[in-house]
């Protein structure tokens, strides 16, 4: 089975997911899987639950990177993985999986997944979303509060102390692994289209042109 797959990384509240959703409405949910860094990271079980929210999740330390290549690998051919399911508020990896099943369009979305270099090779287009620095952080703050069952005192204080070092560290420097970079504010239809087009020829060569 050709799989066809996408990357598609930025920072935290760029808008990676609104980027995924117009692909999938443009190529069709019928003909896309999704796998997302999130459900990766490490469990932290093992560490006192009032100390795993002081945890750097920012780091491409607090990801299970071989077993994330690992399910790309599978799904690239063609059989079904069982994705797991991280709960951010307790900082665990549930029991439960998710069961992904192989499509002809696979998207791989997350912060830091061209900053590894063996997931980085696993893609096929990489498309970097790059948005305003204060939008993103409003994004996070809005998503951990209402999400997450943060407060507005821990966001900030996170954001200061890994979120922001981490992206100059690992996220902004991996743009330059990027095939298109997409300048997303609130809805860059002429960039998406670019991406679709992409998508449309690369489909028609592996044998299923849309």
């Known amino acids: 089975m050709d799989v066809l797959v996408i990357g598609i990384a ?12 117009r692909i999938i409405d443009q190529v069709g949910a019928e003909r896309i899987a999704s796998i997302e860094q999130d459900s990766f990271y490490k469990d ?21 990177f071989n077993l994330f290549k690992e399910q790309v690998k599978t799904l690239k051919e063609g059989k079904i993985v069982k994705k797991p399911i991280y709960d951010f508020v307790t900082h665990t990896r549930i029991k439960e999986t998710i069961a992904v099943e192989p499509r002809q369009v696979l998207i791989v979305e997350g912060i830091l997944i061209f900053d590894n270099k063996e997931l980085r090779d ?9 948005t305003p620095s204060d939008i993103r952080f409003i994004r ?33 420097p991996s743009r330059e692994h990027s095939d298109v970079i997409v300048p997303w504010h ?14 449309r020829e690369r489909l028609s060569k592996i044998g299923d042109g849309l």
């Not at 696993?122 to 790059?130: A, M």
């Not at 981490?166 to 902004?172: G, K, P, S």
Request: charged content about 25%; aromatic content about 6%.
């Open 10 to 21: 930025g920072g935290t509240g760029s808008g990676k997911t609104t980027v995924a959703r």
């Open 44 to 64: 932290l079980s093992h560490i006192a639950s009032d100390k795993r929210a002081k945890h750097n999740f920012d780091h491409p330390s607090a990801l299970d």
């Open 122 to 130: 696993l893609l096929d287009i990489k498309i970097f979303v790059e």
């Open 140 to 172: 996070r703050l809005m998503r951990d509060i209402n999400v997450r069952g943060r407060d507005i005192e821990s966001v900030v204080k996170q954001y200061y102390s890994t979120v922001r070092p981490m992206h100059l560290a690992f996220v902004e």
């Open 186 to 199: 609130d809805y860059n239809s002429v960039a998406i289209e670019m991406v679709i087009s992409r998508i």
